[in-house]
């Protein structure tokens, strides 16, 4: 089974910049996740879908970070303008439905650096 | 009071030493309980599911207690390979309930 792919690995921007993450979950997967890792610290949920539907935004600062899911596939978390504080690991993580659905597989992350 | 806690590290061990790891949670409905073990620079990766009976896998113990909202991490044996991040992670009772990480203990295993 493909795990879960994300791109691009690493990014450096400035500050006030965009950048866009990408994330292609486990095929058949129904959830998908977006967490924010920081520096010595566990990961912060962004964004929870169910297929193409938002479940839980209630993290996610919503005047510079969007997220989508358009084809309840691969998903994309846009941030814009860039703050310096937004330096992380993001991760991408999917389920399954049902049995097994809160067993969460990460894909290797997206390093962001805000210079 | 944070939702996920866990001790600070990072703990140094000898190898063949026996650790243990704890984490409280705040939210007393929370249903799902998981460790995950996280190496330098990788991403998180699921070590066992937490069960209220307690379970066991090779050298790793997990034990829940839901009175006290506390769940522990037992290793017995450590090897240099357990040297990660140990993340304590809970939630609720479906994949549409979001599992809150708790900061992770850091833990290093000397030969």
């Known amino acids: 089974e493909a795990g879960v792919a994300q791109s691009p690995r690493y990014k450096i921007i400035e500050k006030r910049q965009s950048v866009a993450f990408w994330c292609n979950p486990i095929?058949?997967?129904?959830?998908l996740y977006w967490y924010q890792q920081i520096l010595g610290q566990g990961p912060k949920l962004l964004i929870q879908f169910q297929n193409n539907g938002v479940v839980d935004d209630s993290q996610l600062p919503k005047d510079r970070f969007s997220a989508e899911r358009l084809k309840g596939v691969d998903s994309t978390l846009k941030i814009q303008p860039a703050k310096l504080e937004d330096s992380a690991v993001y991760l991408c993580?999917?389920?399954?439905?049902?049995?097994?659905?809160?067993?969460?597989?990460f894909g290797a992350g997206s390093r962001l650096t805000v210079l | 009071r944070k939702e996920v806690e866990q001790d600070p590290g990072p703990f140094n061990v000898p190898e063949g030493a026996t650790v243990a790891f704890n984490c409280t949670y705040s939210n007393s409905a929370s249903q799902s309980f998981f460790w995950y073990r996280q190496d330098c620079r990788k991403e998180p990766k699921l070590l066992m599911s937490v069960y209220s009976s307690g379970n066991e896998d090779g050298r790793f113990t997990a034990q829940l207690n839901r009175a006290s909202q506390y769940i522990s991490l037992l290793i017995r044996d450590s090897k240099l390979s357990d040297s990660a991040t140990y993340l304590c992670v809970v939630g609720g009772t479906s994949g549409n309930t979001p599992l809150v990480f708790g900061k992770g203990t850091r833990l290093s295993v000397i030969a």
């Open positions: 095929s058949g997967h129904a959830t």
């Open positions: 993580a999917s389920t399954r439905y049902g049995s097994g659905a809160n067993v969460l597989t």
